[in-house]
């Protein structure tokens, strides 16, 4: 049902690496045609995790992932027959998603008002690292100087011992939820506009600002005194990751007070049920004591069937396999996560 969401949709992909591919590849998996321009010398993305610098060598797993349904075309921009070429594409498209600096498109000759003398309709998303407009517009970035400007790498000492070091996770929020994200949302909601009035617009998506926009909790928390602070980062015993005996980890997210209370005598200590919300770092501790006293397993058996919110801490090759079924068996690419089902009548 999903791939016929946006059949009929003809999206121009002229972005490298993870932001860009990742929005259009979802966009794709809902039954957009999305055709990838790529330079001369390719997406950069093809290299990544490949063991040889052989022009030969296969792309890799990742770029063949994101551009996983896709029509890939090269066209060298810099060039009149290249710009020509995507002028003819353009022509017959909804929408082009690019992941250039600011400017860049100007500079090589296809600013947006080139693109819509050809095709007055046509949306214009571009996924930038720094807003055009602010003070780090012609600068460089990945996603973790991303996370690193607007404060969400910064280290978060609490009551359970977290260390005073940054600490980031292998999924690229600022590239896949600030940029991909919000890239796809607003590339939809601006071509069922332009469908609708004729006209179409330009779009920027700046990773970092959207990010720190994007980042409500840790707002709110800025404005609280610094002990009043993260209550979602390990500082209160309920919403905290514990050591396990055999040096594995337990996550516990029972924020709710029926699911800690669920915990605590699971524990067999429901004198802790009082003490949910303690920044004092004792009842962390006695968490901690009590959890250490057995191995990952043994938790994972007996508290995850009590619905308490907790969970074991796994390795991304145990969730793989946990979650077997959300892999394409052919090819082993995740599938299109969402569920949805036609009404009935």
């Not at 069922?192 to 779009?203: D, E, V, Y």
């Not at 090759?317 to 079924?325: L, N, P, V």
Request: aromatic share 8%; hydrophobic share 45%; net charge negative.
């Amino acid at each position: 049902m999903f791939s016929q969401w946006l059949t009929g949709w003809r999206i121009l992909d002229l972005s490298l690496l993870l932001p860009g591919p990742f929005a259009s590849w979802r966009l794709a998996q809902m039954g957009a045609e999305v055709v990838k321009i790529e330079p001369p010398t390719g997406d950069g993305a093809a290299q990544l995790g490949v063991a040889t610098d052989s022009a030969d060598a296969a792309p890799s797993w990742f770029y063949r992932l994101l551009n996983h349904g896709k029509t890939v075309v090269s066209l060298d921009l810099k060039s009149a027959a290249g710009r020509d070429a995507l002028l003819a594409e353009v022509a017959k498209s909804d929408a082009v998603l690019e992941g250039f600096r600011p400017g860049t498109l100007a500079r090589l000759g296809v600013a947006p008002e080139t693109l819509w003398a050809v095709n007055p309709q046509l949306v214009i998303v571009s996924i930038t690292g720094f807003a055009s407009d602010g003070p780090l517009a012609p600068y460089a970035g990945h996603d973790l100087t991303y996370q690193a400007w607007t404060g969400l790498l910064q280290p978060h000492g609490n009551a359970s011992g977290c260390a005073e070091t940054p600490a980031w996770s292998n999924v690229q929020i600022a590239d896949l939820f600030a940029g991909a994200m919000h890239a796809a949302l607003a590339l939809v909601a601006a071509v069922h506009q332009a469908r609708a009035t004729g006209k179409g617009c330009h779009i920027e998506v700046p990773m970092c600002e959207t990010l720190l926009a994007s980042a409500p909790f840790a707002l709110a928390e800025a404005i609280q005194p610094p002990a009043q602070r993260g209550l979602l980062l390990g500082a209160v015993p309920c919403y905290a990751v514990y050591r396990c005996a055999d040096g594995r980890y337990l996550a516990v997210g029972a924020l709710e007070t029926k699911f800690w209370r669920r915990f605590c005598e699971a524990l067999d200590h429901p004198q802790w049920v009082p003490h949910q919300f303690d920044r004092s770092g004792e009842t962390h501790r006695a968490v901690a004591a009590v959890v250490g006293s057995k191995p990952q397993v043994a938790w994972r058996e007996q508290l995850v069937p009590l619905d308490c919110c907790v969970a074991p801490v796994l390795s991304i090759d145990e969730a793989k396999a946990f979650f077997a079924t959300c892999f394409d068996p052919l090819n082993h690419f995740p599938q299109f996560p969402l569920r949805a089902r036609s009404c009935a009548s």
